[in-house]
């Protein structure tokens, strides 16, 4: 029996385990085992394309429009503006820098200006909107020409590209390329005055934005508030962009976005831009016009806003393919329905009480439990104990859980008590188990370092394997089974 809600969204029975223990969930590409099966609206529409792709492609626009206004409704006013394959595409000083002068270049302050708006000239002068736009931003040829970012300290930092010089991971520093970014050390919050000198100069030397996240994505460290409220001040000050980088704490951490929860939000000074990517099915960036700097642009009417929005666009063919817009709609709509932010923070409440119980005395003495909301940080070797597939950074003491945040028992200390130690672990693991092998699958991801599991010699009352390496071999043996 299949029970509607009035926004098209539906509830299932479902065959799903109450509990799964794949934390890792794709290193956080999956918010849900469910995917968008519960979202009626899309789930139609999937059927329909896959009987009649040109039909459901004749719909593009309308539903790119439909992705854009949901977006920007559930994320409060920031509207997505730019869609990538993985959020290292986005992160590149040059293409932010091109898309705050697209921002720039049709604000209301040029478009509106016969003095200036080429769509009111019939001889437009490009050279007179670029010097305005410059003198607009406090840009220099340097910011055009060789644009930077900056990072704070600790940020998770990129895959590959320029933000990967400031990756934790030697891996990724290794295979860094374009300009490092500038490095905003803990010693520059010492005080305001300090951070502002360090930004002033940072802009002087062609810095477009800066970057930071609010959760450490490899510790579950969390920035201070203070230290947040502090750089958007000074980012202000300094006339430079601020981008949070909400990749993986998007929905996940016990709000819509990291950066709008109450210790973190504030209504007069909020981050200008968001990169977005992981469990949202899409990556890209989007902007806030009400932000610390783009608010000077003066993008008042939502007709403003969506203009600039098609100008960008426009440039390429298909901003989105068909069937990742479809799946990333019915991922938003099945996040409202559900309300995931707030089942998120009832996620990492329980997780929390389930952990500290049986740290007990040991968490007197050290960390056990990092992060916010259902991003959850688990020291590496108290994670052990638990047989769970999670996220590591191969340097990193903490292990990553990533619950789904559909799962039925993930809200109840006392469930996860149930089904992941205690009477109803070994034959959840074992139908799993079974079910893997009748497929010809085996567990996903190793449990002792986390990446692709490879080889068929799993454990078949744990459900866990991994990648075929002497090192996770000898952690893979030790482990004692339910």
């Known amino acids: 029996m299949e029970k509607l809600i009035p926004n098209g969204h539906s509830h ?7 509990l799964d223990h794949d934390f890792h969930s794709g290193w956080g590409t999956i918010y849900s085992n469910s995917g968008f099966k519960n979202d009626d609206r899309t789930r139609l529409i999937w059927e329909d394309y896959t009987r009649n792709p040109t039909r459901v492609e004749g719909q593009y626009h309308k ?3 439909e992705y854009t ?3 920007t409704s559930f994320f409060k006013d920031y509207w997505p503006i730019t869609f990538h394959a993985h959020v290292s595409d986005v992160l590149i000083p040059t293409t932010i820098a091109s898309l705050i002068l697209n921002t720039a270049s049709t604000c209301p302050l040029i478009v509106e200006d016969p003095a200036l708006s080429p769509l009111l000239k019939d001889d437009p002068e490009p050279e007179k909107v670029h010097q305005f736009v410059r003198e607009l931003l406090g840009w220099t040829d340097v910011h055009i020409s060789a644009p930077r970012l ?3 300290q600790g940020i998770y930092g990129c895959a590959f590209g320029p933000l990967a010089h400031a990756s934790d991971e030697w891996e990724y520093r290794i295979i860094g390329a374009g300009p490092s970014p500038f490095s905003i050390t803990q010693g520059d919050f010492a005080s305001a005055d300090t951070l502002l000198k360090k930004l002033l100069a940072a802009k002087e030397r062609g810095c477009v934005t800066v970057i930071c996240d609010l ?9 201070p508030p203070e230290n947040f409220r502090m750089l958007r001040t000074c980012c202000a000050e300094a006339r430079i962009f601020l981008l949070v980088d909400e990749a993986m704490t998007a929905i996940r951490c016990g709000a819509p976005l990291v950066c709008q929860r109450p210790e973190y939000f504030d209504g007069d000074l909020q981050p200008d831009l968001i990169s977005f990517g992981k469990g949202m099915g899409v990556s890209g960036i989007a902007i806030n016009f009400n932000g610390l700097m783009m608010r000077h642009l003066a993008y008042h009417k939502r007709e403003q806003i969506l203009q600039t929005i098609r100008f960008w666009r426009s440039m390429v063919t298909r901003p989105i393919a068909m069937p990742v817009l479809i799946e990333a709609l019915g991922i938003l709509n099945v996040a409202e329905a559900e309300d995931w932010p707030a089942r998120s923070e009832k996620i990492g409440s329980a997780f929390r009480e389930f952990i500290s119980r049986h740290a007990g005395n040991e968490s007197q003495t050290k960390e056990i439990v990092r992060g916010l909301g259902a991003f959850i940080a688990v020291d590496r070797e108290f994670s052990k104990q638990f047989r769970v597939m999670a996220a590591f950074r191969r340097q990193s003491s903490w292990a990553r859980w990533l619950p789904k945040l559909n799962s039925a028992a993930a809200v109840d200390p006392q469930a996860l008590e149930r089904y992941l ?3 109803d672990a070994k034959s959840l693991r074992q139908v799993l188990a079974r079910e893997a092998e ?7 991801w190793c449990f002792v370092c986390g990446i692709d599991a490879m080889v068929e010699d799993w454990c078949r009352t744990c459900f866990l394997g991994y990648c075929g390496t002497e090192d996770c071999k000898r952690g893979f043996d030790a482990h004692e089974c339910l």
């Open 12 to 18: 299932t029975s479902s065959n799903e385990p109450p």
């Open 63 to 65: 539903l790119l429009n």
């Open 69 to 71: 206004i949901r977006f």
């Open 150 to 152: 900056a990072t704070v």
């Open 215 to 223: 959760v450490n994505a490899s510790d579950g460290s969390i920035f």
């Open 421 to 423: 130690v205690g009477p």
């Open 438 to 444: 009748q497929q010809g699958t085996t567990p996903l």
